[in-house]
């Protein structure tokens, strides 16, 4: 089993402690500790509803916690005022899974609407900005589309060099892998990784593509249950053998994962009669 | 769950309702401010809302006018005051149907495309994605659309008023034979500019602040699902057709 527990770090551009959620009467977080350190990728894994998406939204502010702090770059997120946060809001970019992108606009306009709402550009710095991006990310000459011409993983793309088009400190992806085909996958996560690398930005991915993330992650988290589970390195969580780690990273159907959705007994709802004369003698 | 469970609960979500759109009322305003940094964003939707409105107001404002000419002039000929047509059409128009069935028409035609843009971005992310980008959506979203329905009512209203006029002036003289000079004397001469037109007029005002209050409200509160969506638009006819008429008859009652 590898320590769940979060290495004690100074250089943690996202610290969390003590994060304690409750949502509908589910308990989402049950008092998680984490640490993103700068500069790397770190993923955070885990069965589906386990509220990996819900972290992301705790660490933007999108999302209050019950108990808790969230310190993202020395500021404490949820005590933020509107205002502060929107001023941290700009240091961070965020890919959504669904890619988000403003169906009015072109996929230029998308991608300049940042620049566009905060500063005041001359128009030929903004088109330069703006193509430099989407060069980045290989999409200069679709730079006249409109998000409904294209395809899921150009949407991703798009939505990514809009994500970065003023150079921020931390990217939070929200599973940039779904739906898209191996080769739009690989282009996706070939500019996670090299954007990380270049631009030396701190990246959160959400994700339940192992192979994927063992590719582009430097740490893993695995949530489980309300807690972290494990912590370590793709390599080192890939040969672990806790529970948790076995049935997740080897696609195991039962485990401490159940496979059944709680519910009564399985004879009583198909209402075989020994089964409910036996409930109803006990 | 009997009907007399359901009723308080009910009552108690249409109380919660109000509640909600009156602090949501508070935020927008807030927001006005800074959604003049957005002005051409404000400038296309009176374009969207307003110009794009423009088809089925004048076209309804045109029938409304004849069919308004047709039966006055039947009535007035009874008692052998059809003279009188031109000052009857014009004072309905501009005191009562002008500003009314814009409204109507308005939350009909503007209203729902209004509440269905505002719930697809909500329920594609959109408004979410602005947020994360450190754009206030109440800004950007919200508050030009509500200022302007705000700016186009009034003018859609005065354009309702003048096709009605036209459509009746066509009945009247043209068709029925009554004398054009007739028609417009009497009506310029007593029709009160401050009384009858420029409180049409803020009628309309109310009429548009209020419709395109409710249609930015439900769409930003709607469920991100197809069946939000649609209930929401819904809702924003019904919302805005009660509260229109309700809001008629307390402007009528201190106006008058």
Redesign the interface.
Request: overall charge negative; cysteine-free.
């Given at each position: 089993m590898i320590d769940a527990k979060p290495l004690p770090s100074d250089d943690a551009l996202v610290q969390v402690r003590g994060l304690r959620t409750v949502l509908n009467g589910k308990t989402i977080f049950d008092g998680i500790d984490l640490d993103i350190p700068r500069g790397k990728v770190t993923a955070i894994m885990g069965p589906s509803g386990t509220g990996k998406t819900t972290l992301l939204r705790h660490v933007t502010g999108q999302l209050a916690p019950d108990a808790g702090t969230i310190h993202v770059d020395g500021r404490n997120v949820p005590a933020l005022s509107r205002d502060a946060l929107f001023a941290l809001r700009e240091k961070i970019g965020f890919l959504f899974q669904n890619s988000a992108l403003l169906t009015d606009f072109s996929v230029f306009e998308n991608v300049a609407f940042p620049l566009r709402q905060h500063l005041k550009l001359p128009e030929e710095l903004v088109r330069n900005i703006v193509l430099t991006k989407l060069q980045a990310v290989g999409l200069r000459g679709a730079a006249g589309l409109m998000p409904s011409e294209l395809s899921g993983g150009m949407a991703r793309r798009v939505a990514l060099a809009r994500a970065i088009i003023r150079d921020p400190m931390l990217i939070l992806y929200d599973e940039p892998f779904v739906g898209l085909d191996p080769i739009a996958l690989n282009q996706v996560l070939k500019l996670i990784r090299t954007l990380n690398d270049t631009l030396g930005i701190t990246s959160i991915l959400v994700a339940h593509e192992f192979a994927a993330v063992a590719r582009a992650a430097d740490l893993v988290y695995l949530i489980a249950g309300g807690k972290v589970v494990a912590r370590g390195t793709p390599d080192e969580l890939a040969h672990d053998d806790s529970p948790w780690t076995k049935q997740f990273f080897g696609g195991e159907a039962d485990g401490p994962v159940p496979f059944q959705y709680p519910a009564r007994d399985y004879a009583l709802d198909l209402g075989f009669p020994a089964a409910m004369h036996m409930a109803g003698a006990l | 769950m009997s009907a007399a469970g359901k009723s308080p609960s009910r009552i108690g979500e249409s109380v919660a309702q109000i509640g909600a759109c009156g602090l949501f009322l508070f935020q927008v305003l807030a927001a006005v401010p800074k959604s003049l940094r957005h002005f051409a964003e404000t400038v296309r939707q009176i374009w969207f809302v307003g110009a794009m409105s423009l088809v089925i107001i004048m076209t309804c404002g045109l029938f409304v006018g004849m069919v308004l000419g047709l039966q006055l002039y039947y009535v007035l000929s009874i008692f052998g005051g059809t003279a009188a047509l031109g000052t009857v059409v014009s004072l309905s128009l501009y005191r009562e149907l002008g500003p009314v069935v814009t409204a109507l028409l308005f939350a009909g035609r503007a209203g729902t495309s209004i509440t269905a843009e505002i719930g697809?971005m909500r329920a594609?992310?959109?408004l979410?994605?602005m947020?994360?980008?450190?754009?206030?959506p109440l800004a950007?979203v919200a508050a030009p659309r509500f200022l302007a329905g705000i700016v186009a009512m009034p003018l859609l209203a005065c354009v309702f008023n003048a096709l009605g006029i036209f459509g009746a002036h066509l009945v009247g003289v043209n068709w029925l034979g009554l004398d054009n000079g007739t028609f417009w004397s009497n009506m310029t001469s007593s029709v009160d500019v401050w009384k009858d037109v420029v409180n049409g007029v803020w009628k309309s005002v109310a009429f548009g602040a209020v419709v395109s209050l409710i249609a930015v409200f439900q769409g930003y509160t709607t469920p991100p699902t197809s069946e939000g969506v649609a209930y929401a638009t819904t809702r924003t006819v019904v919302f805005s057709s009660i509260v229109v008429l309700a809001l008629d008859f307390v402007m009528t009652a201190f106006l008058m």
């Open positions: - | 697809l594609t992310d959109q979410s994605a947020e994360m980008m450190a754009v206030d950007y």
